[in-house]
């Protein structure tokens, strides 16, 4: 095999391990979702995850799942605030629901936004109770055209994750297939070569 058969091959497997740890150490960039304080606890009564958003015209909707943990029925409390990139705020409301024991329920929060919004924004929510608090931040991206909307779900997240790993894995079997019949194709002409200069050199003599 030629040195720089050997170089190609294990460059394209670099390539492959580089591309894997950033598909894994990026699941989060692709959608700009952070957790600010999500994490259960013993006593955490129930807990809270961000499903999408989405513009139409100049209403803003965003979707989340809140999932209860407790056996009991609780009132819950959210804060949101909608943040430009300068730190200002662009809305902000607040919402009270009752939320069942050991229950799963998806809620939908509707409000107006100024006619010039556009660009790069971020979302914190605060939900909490009594006893608890969840905090959650959710970069978002607003056209100007006001029609469209930018949602990726946690679920669309992961199809993208896997289909990008999918691909990556068929396109590196490939460029090694194509690799290993290029070199058994040479190798083999080597030897063809070399069984014809034998020959030569025994009619020769």
Known sequence: MRKTEVVGFFGLLLVFV?????????NTDLVGFSILNNTLKDTQDFKVEFDKYEREGTKFKFMYKI??????????????ILKDSDGLSLHEGEEK?????????????FFDLPKNAFGKFEL???FYNEKNI?????????????????????????????????????????????????HHERTG?????????????????
């Open 124 to 126: 914190f929510m605060n």
């Open 189 to 205: 002409k080597d030897k063809k070569i070399d069984r014809i200069e034998i020959e030569f050199k025994d009619k020769s003599f």
């Open 67 to 80: 999932i209860s943990l407790s056996k009991n029925h609780q009132d819950i409390s959210l804060f949101y």
């Open 18 to 26: 580089l591309l894997l740890t950033f598909i894994r150490n990026s």
């Open 134 to 182: 969840v905090e959650l931040k959710q970069d978002v991206v607003l056209s100007s055209q006001g029609v469209s909307a930018f949602a990726v779900s946690e679920s669309n997240k992961r199809t993208l994750s896997r289909t990008a790993l999918v691909f990556i894995t068929l396109l590196l079997f490939y460029f090694t297939v194509r690799f290993l019949k290029g």
């Open 97 to 109: 629901f009752f939320l069942k024991s050991e229950s799963e329920e998806e809620k939908q929060v």
